[in-house]
């Protein structure tokens, strides 16, 4: 079974900090996703990345950035925490590109980000 | 704009009921439709994907869905739900040849016995 799997279950920063989330998958997927999960608004994209040292904005991507720079790690950064980055952040991960827009998402359990 | 709706917030079923999960969706073209279940302090899980072929789609769990072009609709089913079926679920759209998936808001469903 592949897994996914993030550092940390639990993390409260204080507004301004620089936090890391970091996320490493196991089954040699070339993408990997973040989102982000709030009550009422389902699942938001934040970044995605199709290989290596590539990334690619999602629907949501100011306050954030990411690092891929091995192929099973992807890091979501917040530069400067804010307390409306507080929230669930789930890491995911799916087959090589050819086959990736059918193929299933891959989840970890999320990391829940409180900014106080 | 392309976009994914589960018009009920939660649901509730009896144990042995049958159960049915709302979605519809307003995207171009052919896509990819999915649907993933959240047990608490969980991630999400992959229960079922239509891409093409026959209409009704079997996954885990004993869970299926029905695709409805015309209505543009993937309502979740089914025949007899469990108290362990209690989760979110979400429903998801991938556009035709793109590779980020949207999805709803999801819909919490809860089974008393």
């Known amino acids: 079974d592949v897994k996914v799997t993030q550092s940390s279950r639990y993390l409260v920063k204080r507004t301004g900090e620089k936090v890391f989330l970091e996320c490493v998958q196991d089954?040699?997927?070339?993408?990997m996703f973040w989102y982000r999960q709030d009550p009422g608004l389902g699942l938001r994209l934040i970044y995605f990345?199709?290989?290596?040292?590539?990334?690619e904005k999602g629907d949501i991507p100011e306050g954030y950035s990411v690092s891929r720079e091995k192929k099973e790690r992807f890091s979501l950064i917040l530069e400067s925490a804010s307390t409306n980055q507080t929230s669930m952040y789930l890491c995911?991960?799916?087959?090589?590109?050819?086959?990736?827009?059918?193929?299933?998402?891959?989840f970890g359990n999320g990391t829940r980000l409180t900014v106080t | 704009a392309q976009s994914v709706a589960q018009p009920e917030d939660q649901v509730n079923v009896a144990e042995g009921n049958p159960l049915t999960v709302k979605c519809t969706y307003s995207?171009?073209?052919?896509?990819?439709l999915f649907w993933y279940v959240q047990y608490p302090n969980r991630g999400l899980q992959f229960l079922l994907k239509?891409?093409?072929?026959?209409?009704l789609v079997k996954g885990s769990y004993g869970f299926e869905a029905e695709f409805n072009k015309s209505q543009t609709s993937f309502h979740l089913k089914k025949p007899s739900a469990l108290v362990s079926d209690s989760a979110l679920y979400f429903c998801?759209?991938?556009?035709?040849?793109?590779?980020?998936?949207?999805f709803g808001t999801g819909t919490r469903l809860q089974v008393f016995p």
């Open positions: 998801a759209v991938c556009p035709h040849n793109t590779d980020k998936l949207i």
């Open positions: 995911a991960s799916s087959q090589p590109r050819r086959g990736s827009y059918n193929s299933p998402l891959h």
């Open positions: 239509y891409i093409t072929g026959d209409n």
């Open positions: 995207v171009s073209g052919n896509p990819y």
């Open positions: 990345s199709y290989d290596v040292k590539m990334k």
């Open positions: 089954m040699d997927h070339e993408n």
